[in-house]
């Protein structure tokens, strides 16, 4: 080789910043593994392919290394510090010691980068990462569909559509490597396959998915395929791109579990290392003869060849005839399932249900496994999770209901009227917090309306304030089961964080332990204010609700009356006459109760300067709970009340102007009775009614209108008088409750609130996506309106530390869903979002369906007859925080919730047996009796064992059996709440479709590795790393841990 010796040595005396790197090495020549000298110290320097070797930093270089057509040899052991030159030429290797392992490393790194070869794969390196930045920047696109006008543009005429089955995947394929090559030969590879597409009309290369890891083989079979949705646009011309990864530790794979910051990409050395890459047009997979192809993978620059890959199609019905011997023998190390990934929503009941549907599902993502039977045959499981716009559409028209009441029930308590100085100062400090709350629930719900985006609250947002109305991370979870020998089969839970108030914190408790003790504080309030009891608080205000709904009412069907009346149509007025006395009834009745005569005596007694004609001591007061406690002589305390003023008071008013309503009413029928009879249009109904006699009008003829007006005008007027005595007396015993506890009783109501708002969500999601998947099962559906709906919720949350208080907050929540009652209409618009009405404690949800759907329904549920809720919650801690509280704190808050529970569940299937036929039980009843399960679960829920898991396995199995809809919930539904849900899934193939028992375990790491619920996690803290670390999963029972490499340090 030519050189200048004058322009190298001008080189090496060039400034320390001009080279590569320096540094002192011992250095000496060896041939074999004998060194021909002791290594001696040298000042080295590397600049581009020179390695400079000088005895000191300021003197001459005394030899100079072409670091061309040579190799290094790394020694990597913990205390080798040295590194070996090979060169192809065959003169002797040159030796090199640093003086640490780090700067041999280093040395090691640059030496190698320093020839020409090293600067070409630097090159492609740079190329290669340059590309995946692209493909990070977009891999959102993996989980959603590009957008319609998008979508419309790649499907111009010059692009092939691909032939397929309507409502099937458009793509499918499974993949295989042979003879990969290691960089060492000792090296035992764990690979995986990326999977990317490249859009013919944008050549944008975008990452669509992986497969599992394989670990410890160059021929790896991938039990893991790659699946294009229907609505995927993907043609003839589309590109696919494999990239085959080696993984150094799945533990450490951060690009595989990570979703990194834009422009930023992980160092090629962390975690995985390229092997090689290839790429195919999808016309050639399709067109291929025997619909395979062999492709060969070569390295970044598409020199070397690595080994191969090959790509089967796969169409899912011909694989079900195969036998699975081949997969328990090839595949013995590996995961058994073939999972594939798509996002398209799937249902059994036909493309009717989609519409509806689609107004309540969002951002749906697919997997498909197929696992072995017992008898060596295929099953097929479509693993589905979406999210739903009930999260945010629920909580606002709550909150919407909620204003309105408030509102309503402020301007009542305006209402009432002159009250003494002692009450009207209380008045006004209810009314002031009261508008200080009515305010906060309009900025929540404006901050509300001004979300955009994700129809989900992730697990991070759960402490915020303007999201606290809404439920954390809600999702339906879905499994299709198709079974050789057995009946297609859907499985469906609803997956939720805990219903509670996490910006109010649980420093205090949750609402179970803070309702307890704001009603014993209640008791105690001494002379200030009246005590009535939670049932006659709750009676006040389903008085007021009746009212104020009943009224209007009878007000529009007397106006009826006499609209029939002046058009003389005997057909109509007895049928206007028919409703008014029906509603009239209803209202009669409403007032039927001690509580309004002894809050109507409470609040003369509120008048300034009140006279009492009587003692005024309530009757029934023990019974009826309307009572003046604590005043021994209540006439010295002064009470509100809206009566008309008097300077004496009768007890007995009351019933007289009560009567008078019903009594005006039968004046009415007798006047129509008249004046039909009169008419000769239809003959006369039985004896005359005794209340006639009251009746002082002379019937001589004249029209109907005018001898029917003024009896119209009386009923009005008397039920007017009514009206105001028994709103100001219910508004007083409102002022009660709310004077005794201010401002516990609004914080306590606001967290009620806040906390029914999440549970609400999720049954409304529970409820119609059960009704959608029922609608064929007349068995179903007859249960449905005659003993109602089982709800039953599965708990993880320990009883340790907060999480304690959000048990206590979900068990009221749920608990409150006891008093919502739905009602089925048919959709007369393309709205299918369901209509909420009602008041707190007494919600009716109006779900929505098409027409074609509506018919299908029963004639009771089509008449518009309401259908009961019966929720129960089962609770079983399993982390490390319930070993904390099973051994140096306290469970009973667990041990009752269950047995409370558990009564509820007897108390569902006692009038489940009586009111339903046998044959109405769901499918696999044969194989467990319910009251044998019911027994054993009696009998673990004694038991008191710690971490009982198996509480949760019957009940979900109790539910199911009864057609119950599923909920799993702790924290955020993210960790534990996957472990559970998947586990549930394994169990159930295991149990229903015959899992081969030798796959269980495989087949639940693969759910957790590869299936829905790790897409979950990663929506949330955007990680695919469950947050668990190892001393937590010491504690959690066995079949509730997540596969190597799945967990790790994650924010939750």
Not at 989 to 995: G, I, S, T, V, Y
């Amino acid at each position: 080789m030519r050189f200048n010796a004058k322009d190298l040595a001008c080189l090496a005396r060039r400034p320390s910043g001009c080279f590569d790197k320096e540094g002192k090495l011992k250095i000496c020549r060896m041939v074999g593994d004998e060194k021909l000298i002791e290594p001696r110290e040298r000042w080295c320097r590397l600049k581009g392919n020179l390695l400079f070797l000088m005895k000191n930093k300021s003197s001459e270089a005394s030899e100079v290394v072409i670091l061309e057509r040579c190799w290094i040899v790394e020694f990597r052991t913990k205390t080798d510090v040295s590194i070996v030159l090979k060169f192809q030429s065959g003169e002797p290797d040159l030796y090199l010691e640093a003086p640490s392992k780090p700067d041999c490393e280093s040395w090691a790194v640059a030496l190698g980068e320093a020839n020409s070869e090293g600067l070409q794969n630097k090159i492609q390196q740079l190329r290669r990462l340059i590309m995946e930045i692209k493909e990070e920047r977009s891999s959102d696109e993996a989980q959603q569909f590009l957008p319609a006008s998008q979508a419309d543009r790649l499907g111009e005429p010059q692009f092939t559509s691909i032939q397929r089955i309507a409502n099937e995947p458009k793509l499918e394929f499974s993949l295989a490597c042979k003879d990969l090559v290691a960089a060492t030969r000792d090296r035992k590879l764990n690979t995986f396959v990326q999977v990317s597409v490249v859009h013919p009309a944008e050549h944008i290369l975008t990452r669509y998915s992986s497969t599992e890891i394989v670990e410890g083989t160059r021929d790896p079979l991938f039990l893991t395929g790659v699946t294009f949705p229907p609505e995927y646009p993907i043609y003839e011309e589309t590109k696919i791109k494999l990239t085959v990864y080696d993984v150094k530790d799945k533990s450490q794979d951060t690009v595989r579990t990570s979703v990194l910051p834009d422009h930023k990409d992980p160092r090629a050395d962390i975690g995985r290392s390229f092997l090689g890459c290839t790429t195919f047009r999808v016309g050639d997979l399709v067109k291929s003869k025997e619909q395979q192809l062999t492709l060969t993978l070569r390295t970044s620059d598409g020199g070397k060849a690595v080994g191969t890959i090959e790509v089967n199609l796969v169409k899912m019905g011909e694989l079900e005839e195969g036998e699975t011997d081949h997969i328990a023998t090839d595949a013995q190390d590996q995961k058994c399932a073939l999972v594939h990934e798509c996002t398209a929503t799937e249902g059994l009941s036909g493309k009717d249900n989609l519409p509806s549907l689609n107004a309540v599902l969002k951002n749906p993502i697919c997997k498909l496994y197929r696992f072995p039977t017992s008898d060596n045959k295929w099953m097929r499981i479509r693993e589905q999770m979406a999210e739903t716009t009930l999260s945010f559409h629920v909580p606002k028209e709550l909150i919407n209901l909620h204003i309105k009441e408030d509102m309503r029930r402020n301007q009542e308590l305006k209402d009432l009227g002159e009250l003494a100085p002692h009450w009207d100062n209380m008045r006004k400090s209810v009314i002031a917090h009261c508008d200080q709350m009515l305010s906060m629930y309009q900025d929540t719900l404006a901050e509300l309306g001004k979300h955009a985006g994700s129809s989900f609250k992730s697990s991070c947002s759960k402490g915020e304030k303007t999201l606290e109305f809404i439920p954390i991370n809600l999702h339906l979870q879905r499994m299709h089961v198709h079974s050789p020998r057995l009946k297609d089969a859907l499985y469906d839970v609803i997956t939720v964080g805990a219903p509670a108030a996490h910006f109010q914190g649980f420093k205090n408790g949750g609402l179970r332990k803070l309702l307890s003790k704001f009603e014993a504080e209640r008791r105690n309030t001494g002379y200030q204010c009246i005590y009535y009891s939670p049932e006659n608080t709750a009676k006040a205000k389903e008085v007021l609700s009746n009212i104020n709904h009943l009224q209007p009412l009878i007000s529009s069907h007397a106006d009826l009356l006499l609209n029939s009346a002046s058009q003389h149509s005997p057909d109509s007025l007895k049928n206007s006459l028919k409703m008014l006395s029906e509603k009239t009834e209803l209202f009669v009745h409403a007032f039927k109760d001690q509580l309004v005569r002894s809050a109507l005596l409470a609040l003369y007694t509120a008048r300034p300067g009140c006279v009492l004609k009587k003692p005024a001591v309530p009757r029934n007061t023990a019974e009826e709970g309307g009572d003046l406690q604590h005043q021994d002589h209540p006439s010295q305390i002064t009470r509100q009340d809206s009566i008309p003023h008097h300077s004496e008071y009768d007890e007995e008013e009351w019933d007289r102007v009560w009567a008078n309503v019903g009594k005006s009413l039968n004046c009415v029928i007798a006047m129509v009775d008249r004046l039909l009879e009169k008419d000769n249009i239809s003959t006369k109904e039985g004896d005359n009614d005794p209340s006639a006699a009251d009746c002082k009008v002379l019937h001589t003829g004249g029209d109907w209108y005018d001898q029917l007006y003024p009896l119209v005008i009386t009923l009005k007027d008397c039920m007017g008088e009514v009206v105001t005595r028994a709103k100001q007396s219910m508004a007083f015993v409102l002022l009660q409750e709310l004077a005794c506890g201010l401002p516990q009783c609004l914080m306590l109501t606001l967290r009620r609130d806040i906390v029914f708002s999440q549970a609400l969500a999720g049954l409304v999601c529970g409820f119609i996506i059960k009704l959608h998947t029922s609608l064929h099962d007349q068995g179903f559906l007859q249960q449905l309106h005659t003993v109602g709906l089982l709800v039953q919720y599965e708990g993880l949350l320990s009883t340790y530390s907060e999480e304690a208080g959000m048990l206590e907050d979900m068990a009221v929540g749920i608990s409150d869903l006891q008093k919502v009652m739905f009602k089925v209409i048919e959709a007369k618009s393309e709205d299918f979002l369901p209509i909420i009405t009602g008041r707190r404690e007494h919600y009716i949800i109006e779900v929505q369906l098409p027409a074609k759907m509506f018919e299908l329904l029963p004639q009771e549920i089509k008449e518009g007859k309401l259908l009961r809720m019966y929720p129960v919650l089962f609770n079983v801690g399993i982390n490390e925080q319930q070993t904390l509280a099973e051994r140096f704190g306290d469970t009973t808050l667990q041990e009752s919730i269950n047995q409370e529970n558990l009564e509820l569940l007897k108390e569902y299937y006692k009038r489940f047996m009586e009111k339903m036929p046998s044959d109405c039980l769901p499918q696999f009843q044969e194989q467990n009796d319910l009251k044998g399960l019911l027994e054993n679960l009696h009998q673990n829920i004694q038991a008191k064992k710690r971490k009982n898991v198996e509480i949760m396995w019957l009940a979900a199995m109790i539910c199911r059996k009864l057609n119950g809809v599923r909920f799993t919930c702790c924290k955020s539904a993210k960790d534990r709440t996957s472990m559970s849900v998947t586990l549930e899934q394994c169990s159930i193939l295991r149990d229903e479709h015959q899992l081969h028992k030798d796959f269980f375990i495989r087949a639940l790491d693969c759910m957790r590795r590869e299936g829905c619920r790790i897409e979950n996690v990663l929506k949330n803290v955007k990680c695919r790393k469950y947050a668990f670390n190892m001393i937590q999963l010491m504690a959690f029972p066995k079949y509730y841990r997540p596969p190597e490499g799945t967990y790790g340090k994650a924010d939750t």
